[in-house]
T-cell receptor, first 115, second 112 residues
């Protein structure tokens, strides 16, 4: 099955600096790579995703890059703000025969923004 | 606005008890999932269902079963709870051919 590794497990950055979280996956058939953000005590929420036919996607201060050959993808957050403090999960998936995406999640990165 | 609810936020059970965790979604989604979340291990898929009465094993199904008698409701059952099942349990739903997983608030289960 799919295996997703995520690094680092914890990350502290000064407010205004950039943060980068990296993930690698094992199954070359995976074609969908979402990122979820989980604030303390809350449920995970999708913040950005990318499909395998695209190399980069950007949404305001967050961006995701994908290198299919190397089987790794990364989340980039620029101009970090205190509200970016959370646990971030990457995931990889492929469409199942049942019409849904079966996600395999990474182990999470706890990002702390230092004011 | 998608709403996914779970029957309890906190639950304490004894070893050997049968435990039911319920998840309800109000958006007519076909797909529903049960995960457990443990520190350092991320979210791991226990079971998922793509239709009423249909279920598929995820990555860690041992010790769990599920039931989906109605489209909006997906139940996770621990037949005989053990201490290693102490965890946060998250339910999620997704529409057919959709991709975004809508999570419930989670149930923190403690087995003593």
């Amino acid at each position: 099955g799919e295996n997703v590794e995520q690094h680092p497990s914890t990350l502290s950055v000064q407010e205004g600096d950039s943060a980068v979280i990296k993930c690698t996956y094992s199954d070359s058939a995976s074609n969908y790579f979402p990122w979820y953000k989980q604030e303390l005590g809350k449920r995970p929420q999708l913040i950005i995703d990318i499909r395998s036919n695209v190399g980069e996607k950007k949404d305001q201060r967050i961006a995701v890059t994908l290198n299919k050959t190397a089987k790794h993808f990364s989340l980039h957050i620029t101009e970090t703000q205190p509200e970016d403090s959370a646990v971030y999960f990457c995931a990889a998936s492929k469409l199942t025969n049942f019409g849904n995406e079966k996600l395999t999640f990474g182990t999470g990165t706890r990002l702390t923004i230092i004011p | 606005d998608v709403k996914v609810t779970q029957s309890s936020r906190y639950l304490v059970k004894r070893t050997g008890e049968k435990v039911f965790l319920e998840c309800v979604q109000d958006m007519d989604h076909e797909n529903m999932f049960w995960y457990r979340q443990d520190p350092g291990l991320g979210l791991r898929l226990i079971y998922f269902s793509y239709d009423v009465k249909m279920k598929e094993k995820g990555d860690i199904p041992e010790g769990y079963s599920v039931s989906r008698e109605k489209k909006e409701r997906f139940s996770l059952i621990l037949e005989s709870a053990s201490t290693n099942q102490t965890s946060m349990y998250l339910c999620a739903s997704v529409p057919l051919w959709g991709y975004e997983q809508y999570f419930g608030p989670g149930t923190r289960l403690t087995v003593t």
